[in-house]
């Protein structure tokens, strides 16, 4: 099947390359509201509205009013929102203007690219160079221990019992007393400089695969791009729980696969499905024992 | 397409700019790495939540610790995570007057930022003061 012909198959469904991730942009605001109050009313409706219309899905309007949401939501509390904020009125922007083209598909692959290729980029930036306890190790022993959504993957890779995570708290928190010492477990202390580096190698991985202009140096190589950040995504919010910013990631993604590519699409929606059942599902404690009685 | 050729890189150029904007707050006015739309996020051990605000009212004779006042929260937040000088003093002098209006012999606010650090290696925690700044009542004017 010919590009053109798989691109007419593709409009006709639900894998239309086009509507696919604006499809999968409104179902992460319907699955990970953001905002409260009316702001969060508006992301709601809209999100509703742009996914049952027939039709709204391709108005550059809807998009253009969920971008002044998100740009109201990032100005009005300014400097507090999470970068998600930030990522979310970049992205509706990027598809806000794809639509009112002539080839929206062509301008959304290359936001979709360009954004994600920037934002691993800057993530990367920070954790190598510019923060000063990310290398060291310090801020992964540190987040698994005081952040209670990393305790299943702190008991289970870690080795840490619920005793042992409330005694590294209380001394992290500096109510264990002057004199006392954090001892922490050698399979502890791997399973978190493991996790350092998977970061630290596959954040500027993900980086250098989205920005360098692969299709024209290396047409082969292109794949390496989708197979980044679908491991990415799989791996890294397995343990970090911050599901709307990895779907936000997962849209751009899918964005910028060729109309004939369709399993390459599945393979997005595959892994968007997986980080809704990690966000659903305490997987770790499938493997932890249970708390007696 | 051609006419919208100069809007292709609208998005992609916002990003950069707001977050060499967040590298330069966060390097040159103490932002924290966490907020600012960089993506220093899960970089770093200085949250918001490593920083944290004492207060102390003064009145002829006697000075008072204080917890900042339910209806001050979202404003302290806000300058924990950016506490320039300016956004501390303008925080500093809206409980004075506050706390004035409660107790007219009210004379000064001292307010103080404290930043948890922590030791390489070890983890432990090092308290230190990052910034101190006060209202008195001739600063509120009127």
């Given at each position: 099947m010919g590009v053109d012909a798989a691109n007419r198959a593709d409009r006709a469904g639900w894998l239309d390359p086009v509507e696919l991730p604006l499809r999968m942009t409104l179902a992460a605001l319907l699955l990970r509201p953001v905002g409260s109050g009316p702001l969060r009313a508006g992301f709601l409706t809209l999100a509703v509205l742009g996914l049952v219309v027939p039709g709204l899905l391709r108005r550059s309007t809807l998009w253009a009013l969920l971008t002044?949401?998100?740009?109201?939501?990032?100005?009005?509390?300014?400097?507090?929102?999470?970068?998600?904020?930030?990522?979310?009125?970049?992205?509706?922007?990027?598809?806000?203007l794809a639509l009112r083209?002539?080839?929206?598909?062509?301008?959304?692959?290359?936001?979709?690219?360009?954004?994600?290729?920037?934002?691993?980029?800057?993530?990367?930036?920070?954790?190598?160079?510019?923060?000063?306890?990310?290398?060291?190790?310090?801020?992964?022993?540190?987040?698994?221990?005081?952040?209670?959504?990393?305790?299943?993957?702190?008991?289970?890779?870690?080795?840490?019992?619920?005793?042992?995570?409330?005694?590294?708290?209380?001394?992290?928190?500096?109510?264990?007393?002057?004199?006392?010492?954090?001892?922490?477990?050698?399979?502890?202390?791997?399973?978190?400089?493991?996790?350092?580096?998977?970061?630290?190698?596959?954040?500027?991985?993900?980086?250098?695969?989205?920005?360098?202009?692969l299709a024209r140096v290396r047409p082969a190589w292109v794949g390496v791009r989708d197979a980044s950040l679908l491991v990415f995504c799989a791996t890294?919010?397995?343990?970090?729980?911050?599901?709307?910013?990895?779907?936000?990631?997962?849209?751009?993604?899918?964005?910028?696969?060729?109309?004939?590519?369709?399993?390459?699409?599945?393979?997005?929606?595959?892994?968007?499905?997986?980080?809704?059942?990690?966000?659903?599902i305490q997987w770790t404690s499938w493997f932890l024992p249970r708390a007696p009685g | 397409m051609r006419r919208w050729r100069p809007l292709r890189l609208v998005a992609p150029a916002l990003?950069?700019?707001?977050?060499?904007?967040?590298?330069?707050?966060?390097?040159?006015?103490?932002?924290?790495?966490?907020?600012?739309?960089?993506?220093?996020?899960?970089?770093?051990?200085?949250?918001?939540?490593?920083?944290?605000?004492?207060?102390?009212?003064?009145?002829p004779g006697l000075t008072r610790q204080i917890r900042v006042p339910e209806d001050f929260e979202d404003w302290a937040t806000r300058v924990r995570v950016l506490p320039t000088r300016s956004r501390l003093r303008a925080f500093a002098k809206a409980l004075l007057a506050r706390e004035r209006a409660r107790i007219p012999g009210v004379t000064r606010v001292r307010l103080e930022l404290w930043r948890n650090r922590r030791a390489p290696g070890t983890l432990a925690p090092i308290e230190s003061l990052a910034r101190e700044v006060h209202a008195e009542a001739h600063d509120l004017g009127g």
């Open positions: 002044a949401l998100a740009a109201f939501r990032v100005i009005e509390d300014w400097p507090l929102p999470d970068n998600h904020a930030y990522l979310l009125g970049y992205w509706c922007l990027a598809i806000t083209t002539g080839e929206p598909q062509a301008m959304l692959a290359l936001n979709g690219r360009l954004l994600i290729g920037l934002v691993f980029a800057f993530a990367a930036l920070w954790k190598l160079v510019l923060s000063p306890d990310f290398w060291s190790g310090d801020f992964m022993r540190f987040t698994w221990i005081v952040d209670e959504r990393f305790e299943g993957v702190a008991r289970l890779f870690g080795g840490m019992d619920p005793a042992m995570l409330d005694n590294a708290r209380a001394f992290l928190a500096g109510a264990a007393g002057g004199d006392s010492v954090l001892t922490l477990s050698g399979r502890f202390l791997r399973a978190t400089w493991l996790s350092t580096l998977w970061t630290a190698l596959i954040e500027p991985m993900v980086a250098l695969a989205f920005l360098l202009p890294v919010y397995a343990v970090a729980p911050v599901p709307g910013f990895a779907w936000l990631l997962l849209a751009m993604g899918a964005a910028q696969v060729p109309g004939d590519r369709r399993r390459m699409h599945f393979g997005y929606l595959l892994v968007y499905g997986l980080i809704l059942a990690y966000q659903e | 990003l950069v700019l707001v977050a060499s904007l967040q590298i330069v707050l966060a390097t040159l006015a103490d932002l924290s790495p966490w907020l600012g739309g960089g993506f220093g996020m899960f970089a770093t051990i200085d949250s918001r939540s490593e920083r944290h605000l004492v207060l102390y009212v003064d009145s």
